[in-house]
């Protein structure tokens, strides 16, 4: 078990790949170059907002909106309290994220094994693209040996920077992203008194998964006891485990089989869970 407690993670902000200021709080971070690592974070759109142009990832994400609404493409906004399915490979955007917006996304390698590159090695690269060229509107632009100018998607570049190889996609499993609206969800109680889940989705033939679970008072959730990388945020409420008290915005990782391990209500508490695909 890992734990991460929002006040005390790294900060940082995105890159110049995109235009305008992302804060970022990076709670937990899987290992490196495997296919199911990931990257848990809470992020805040700074002074002035923060914008993309329409691209698109060979990883998947799941965005949990916890103030603000989220404009992920033109015309469509995602509601405050809601959580979304980004699939590897399939186009959203463009952005136009409001100051003050705030969400936990987590972006993992998704069912196609290409992986996650990493926060680190994914800044190291940007840092070595501005030497070479320019980062304007969320696109990179360089000149070749021959003086040939060429615009690329500033993630994309970031990409092939870090890692010497041309960015490729898997043929897409879905055709849009997919929005949940969790109020709409019945709860459904646990075998555990005083828990209760409602489960979002299931997605791709590695079952990634996406839960809210709410834990009353004086209740007892048993982590730890999936067949892959459980990640828990708790949203609201406090936890206790192992003795620990934690408060709202603490993350947590188990990893498969290694529970059970109990998280004890202190106060009525809601976590998210995401349960990374299996490999």
């Known amino acids: 078990m890992r734990v991460s407690e929002a006040l005390q993670a790294e900060s940082g902000v995105v890159g110049s ?48 909106i916890l103030k603000g609404d989220y404009p992920y493409a033109k015309g469509k906004s995602m509601p405050e309290g809601w959580v979304c399915y980004f699939p590897e490979s399939v186009h959203y955007g463009p952005q136009e994220r409001p100051e003050g917006l705030e969400m936990l996304t987590c972006q993992f390698g998704g069912a196609s094994g290409n992986g996650f590159l990493s926060v680190a090695r994914r800044e190291a690269a940007n840092e070595a693209l501005k030497k070479k060229g320019e980062f ?30 041309k960015l490729s996609f898997a043929k897409a499993r879905y055709d849009d992203i997919v929005l949940m609206n969790p109020a709409s ?34 209740a007892t959730f048993s982590a730890g006891e999936e067949d892959a990388i459980e990640l828990v945020f708790l949203s609201k409420g406090k936890l206790v485990v192992n003795g620990q008290e934690y408060g709202p915005h603490t993350a947590f990782e188990f990893l498969a089989g290694e529970g059970p391990i109990s998280l004890k209500a202190a106060a009525e508490s809601e976590i998210l869970r995401i349960l990374l695909p299996r490999f």
């Open 17 to 64: 790949m995109r235009e305008g200021v992302l804060e970022l709080k990076i709670l937990l971070t899987g290992e490196d170059e495997s296919p199911n690592n990931y990257c848990l974070q809470m992020n805040r759109t700074g002074t002035g907002g923060w914008g993309t142009p329409r691209h698109r990832h060979n990883f998947d994400q799941v965005r949990y």
């Open 185 to 218: 969800y019945d709860w459904i109680p646990e075998v555990a008194p005083g828990v209760a889940t409602r489960w979002l989705g299931t997605f791709t033939e590695r079952k990634t998964r996406i839960a809210l679970t709410r834990i009353e008072q004086d």
């Open 136 to 165: 304007k509107n969320g696109i990179f632009t360089y000149l070749d040996e021959q003086g040939k100018r060429h615009n690329q998607d500033g993630s994309e570049a970031c990409f092939e920077e870090a890692t010497g190889q």
